[in-house]
């Protein structure tokens, strides 16, 4: 004997599940696609930065972890282990990307014989600070400017002129002036009060 009532029950309760299963497939999909971007939403805030393409500090660091300085920097041996050193923050994550620089720092570098150009590669973090406020930087060797220029948001490898090119081996001090002081507690991503400027990723001599 045929029940059309409990037929129309059965047809209501599974278009309920199908309509249920549904609208669970795409939670899934909406968390596959909102994880992660909170994964790699602000570095400050406990979170490393995405690989850039650029050199990490713990692939060719100038000392050894848990305390790195970026590729090609030196540091006199009597101030490795210090929290900051002229302006440079070392990295003391042997796995985040360094290092940090002050608005005002000064980096040291050995320059190979016969060297005419220096290429410092900085990076700039795409956080809502440096995307209204674009970021400037002076890199000056020996009192002489080399470089002076705006820097957005991602990585930029910047062609910096030697003021005594192709000569012998030596250490160079680089004086880097960056225009805009940045605070992460001031924007709210996390308790660190310095004044920060942009990441120096590396130092290298062509």
Same mark, same amino acid.
């Given at each position: 004997?045929?029940?059309?009532?409990?037929?129309?029950? $059965? =047809?209501?309760?599974?278009?309920?599940?199908?309509?249920?299963?549904?609208?669970?497939?795409?939670? +899934? =999909? *909406?968390?596959?696609?909102?994880?992660?971007?909170?994964?790699? #939403? +602000?570095?400050?805030?406990? /979170?490393?930065?995405?690989?850039?393409?650029? %050199?990490?500090?713990?692939?060719?660091?100038?000392?050894?972890?848990?305390?790195?300085?970026? %590729?090609?920097?030196?540091?006199?041996?009597?101030?490795?282990?210090?929290?900051? $050193?002229?302006?440079?923050?070392?990295?003391?994550?042997?796995?985040?990307?360094?290092?940090?620089?002050?608005?005002?720092?000064?980096?040291?570098?050995? /320059?190979?014989?016969?060297?005419? *150009?220096?290429?410092?590669?900085?990076?700039? %973090?795409?956080?809502?600070?440096?995307?209204?406020?674009?970021?400037?930087?002076?890199?000056?060797?020996?009192?002489?400017?080399?470089?002076?220029?705006? =820097? #957005?948001?991602?990585?930029?490898?910047?062609?910096?002129?030697?003021?005594?090119?192709?000569?012998?081996?030596?250490?160079?001090?680089?004086?880097?002036?960056?225009?805009?002081?940045? =605070?992460?507690?001031?924007?709210?991503?996390? +308790?660190?009060?310095?004044?920060?400027?942009?990441? *120096? *990723? #590396?130092?290298?001599?062509?």
């Amino acid at each position: 004997m045929n029940h059309p009532a409990n037929a129309g029950t $059965i =047809v209501r309760a599974l278009a309920g599940a199908r309509a249920w299963t549904r609208a669970r497939s795409c939670a +899934g =999909v *909406l968390a596959l696609l909102v994880i992660p971007a909170v994964a790699f #939403s +602000g570095c400050l805030s406990g /979170k490393r930065i995405s690989d850039i393409d650029a %050199p990490t500090a713990s692939a060719t660091p100038a000392v050894g972890s848990p305390w790195v300085v970026p %590729p090609g920097v030196v540091v006199a041996p009597a101030r490795r282990g210090e929290r900051e $050193i002229d302006g440079l923050y070392p990295a003391t994550d042997p796995q985040e990307r360094c290092c940090w620089l002050a608005p005002s720092a000064v980096v040291a570098a050995e /320059k190979p014989a016969g060297a005419g *150009l220096a290429i410092v590669t900085v990076y700039v %973090p795409d956080y809502p600070f440096f995307e209204t406020r674009p970021q400037n930087l002076t890199i000056a060797i020996a009192g002489s400017i080399e470089y002076r220029g705006d =820097v #957005s948001p991602g990585v930029h490898r910047l062609r910096v002129a030697l003021p005594a090119p192709n000569g012998e081996a030596r250490t160079l001090r680089f004086t880097m002036h960056i225009g805009r002081t940045f =605070v992460p507690y001031a924007e709210h991503l996390n +308790g660190d009060h310095r004044a920060l400027g942009l990441i *120096l *990723l #590396s130092i290298t001599f062509g």
